[in-house]
């Protein structure tokens, strides 16, 4: 919008209607001294526009910017419907899209619920789904009771099975441990997919498993780790969930929106504290005695150091309009 000039009396409105009338959008405004301020709204009309306001200032009398109100009144009018129904569809399109659910956000949704029916509702290791998406699952061989535990712990992703960095996400141990999941999933992941755009939402999603994942699998025991267990006729490292991901689904929303002052990300204090008693609470090692296991420490830890990285990085949409 750029200013025409200033006005003495209220004739500027006639000529605000017949710039309205001759497809020049503008408006009329009181002037601080005093008279009345013109603007012009499309910078294209500024120059025409300047044009008619010298004609105007010459006479403003003349019977042309009188006859303009009425034709001006019904521009207005159609502008009022065309913004009415724009307004219209665009609530029909976001209910749409929210009763779809955005694709990423969905297809992990199903994927996470069908790996936990193919695997008996748990962590069954008799089943061919725990067996191909567990970070390690091998056959018992004395090799593997000679070799160090690094090379034990990545067994598989030293014969080629990069996939088994992701998969155990997807794994889940009980009902509470995949409906707690998900309903982060939905709550937040749903909300980040939509606002900032699938393949932001994807990277997030492979980086907070990906890491995470290898952290939990490579540290000693001593360190929060979780070893390689040897069963019977099978060598396995019995850890699994989208909790890693969850807490950097988390943090991604609490930077985005305490931190950078996004308002689609505004947490309550209540949300942010259940998440950091979580994790509190399994650093300090009071899982097992108050929840009955022991939960994944690197693996919350590293999802939610990637979500505040990713959070505060220059990347989807809420970062390039800020």
């Not at 405004?29 to 526009?49: C, N, Q, R, T």
């Not at 207005?76 to 569809?89: F, G, H, L, S, T």
């Not at 694709?103 to 061919?128: E, H, K």
């Not at 393949?199 to 979780?226: D, H, K, R, Y």
């Amino acid at each position: 919008m750029r200013k025409l000039g200033t006005f003495p009396d209220a004739n500027a409105q006639y000529f605000v209607d017949y710039l309205v009338a001759n497809e020049m959008p503008a408006q009329v405004s009181p002037a601080p001294g005093g008279g009345f301020d013109l603007w012009i709204v499309e910078e294209d009309h500024l120059a025409k526009a300047q044009q008619e306001f010298a004609t105007f200032k010459q006479d403003p009398s003349d019977p042309k910017y009188r006859k303009a109100a009425a034709k001006a009144d019904q521009v207005r009018q159609k502008e009022i419907e065309r913004v009415r129904q724009y307004q219209k569809n665009t609530q029909v399109v976001a209910r749409r899209t929210a009763r779809r659910g955005p694709p990423v956000g969905t297809g992990l949704l199903i994927i996470c619920i069908a790996a936990f029916v193919l695997s008996n509702f748990s962590f069954d290791i008799q089943t061919r789904t725990v067996q191909s998406m567990a970070f390690m699952f091998a056959p018992a061989s004395a090799d593997l009771e000679l070799v160090g535990s690094l090379e034990r712990q990545c067994y598989n992703l030293l014969r080629g099975e990069v996939w088994r960095l992701i998969t155990p996400a997807f794994l889940h141990m009980s009902f509470w441990h995949i409906i707690f999941n998900m309903y982060w999933l939905v709550i937040l992941g749903f909300r980040i997919e939509r606002r900032e755009g699938g393949l932001c939402f994807l990277s997030l999603v492979v980086a907070a498993a990906a890491i995470p994942n290898f952290l939990q699998a490579i540290m000693p025991p001593e360190l929060g780790g979780t070893p390689a267990f040897a069963g019977p006729g099978f060598w396995v490292i019995p850890f699994g969930g989208f909790s890693g991901v969850g807490y950097a689904i988390f943090g991604f929303v609490w930077m985005r929106g305490s931190w950078k002052n996004v308002p689609e990300y505004f947490l309550t204090p209540g949300s942010v504290m259940v998440w950091i008693a979580w994790f509190m609470l399994g650093v300090l090692g009071l899982d097992r005695s108050l929840v009955g296991f022991e939960m994944a420490d690197w693996a919350h830890g590293g999802g939610l150091f990637i979500g505040l990285l990713f959070g505060s990085m220059r990347i989807g949409r809420t970062a390039k309009q800020r």
